[in-house]
Structure formats: structure tokens, C-alpha cells
């Protein structure tokens, strides 16, 4: 079984930066799009940006600008670079893998509070 393991989240204030990371763990070929996506308590997860496989991205208008989505094929990792962030950003983290063959696996999120 794949797990993706996260980290980078935190406490940081408003119009800083943080990086986050997610690896799969173990070596797995074929995955698709990598994405992050975020919840907060009482709403639905919501997607923030994806990244496919040949490069192209995709983001949440409410990031765009300002979160950054890459990925590093060789150690099966993605990245979200945070800047800019504001109190609405606050929220729990969950990256995304899509295998070619369709199965799906996510992080076990990583927490980001941003105080204002």
C-alpha cells in the first residue's frame, strides 16, 4: 500500500510563506496529476492546484498568484509554495496522487493556520 507522507505545514502570519511537501513511501511509477487540495471543519475539500504529469497546472482562483504547484518526478514528490497568505488560506492541507490506471491516493493532511 502507498502512503503519502506531507509536511510544511504551520502557524505563520498573515502575508508570510510556507512550503509544503508530500512523498510517496515507497517507489511507485505511473502517477498521473499530483494536486493539493484543502477543508476546513464544516465544508466540503476543495481543490487548490494540480500539476499533470506532463507539467501543466491548474489552481483555485484564490491562490493564483500566489501558491506555486511543482513536482519532482524522480522522488515522487509534490510541492506547494505558499506566499502571500492570508487568514482565509487557513485550513487542512491534503495532497493528491492519480495513478494512469485511475486508483487515487491521499495524504493524511497537514495543518496551516494563518493569523491575521
Known amino acids: 500500500q502507498v502512503q503519502l507522507v506531507e509536511s510544511g505545514g504551520g502557524l505563520v502570519q498573515a502575508g508570510g510563506s510556507l512550503r509544503l511537501s508530500c512523498a510517496a513511501s515507497?517507489?511507485?511509477?505511473?502517477?498521473?496529476?499530483m494536486g493539493w487540495y484543502r477543508q476546513t471543519p464544516g465544508k466540503q475539500r476543495e481543490l487548490v492546484a494540480t500539476?499533470?504529469?506532463?507539467?501543466?497546472?491548474n489552481y483555485a482562483d484564490s491562490v493564483k498568484g500566489r501558491f506555486t504547484i511543482s513536482r519532482d518526478n524522480a522522488k515522487k514528490t509534490v510541492y506547494l509554495q505558499m506566499n502571500s497568505l492570508v487568514p482565509e488560506d487557513t485550513a487542512l492541507y491534503y495532497c493528491?496522487?492519480?495513478?494512469?490506471?485511475?486508483?487515487?491516493?491521499w495524504g493524511q493532511g497537514t495543518q496551516v493556520t494563518v493569523s491575521s
Open positions: 500539476i499533470a504529469s506532463g507539467g501543466s497546472t
Open positions: 515507497r517507489s511507485i511509477f505511473g502517477i498521473n496529476t
Open positions: 493528491k496522487f492519480v495513478m494512469d490506471w485511475g486508483t487515487t491516493y
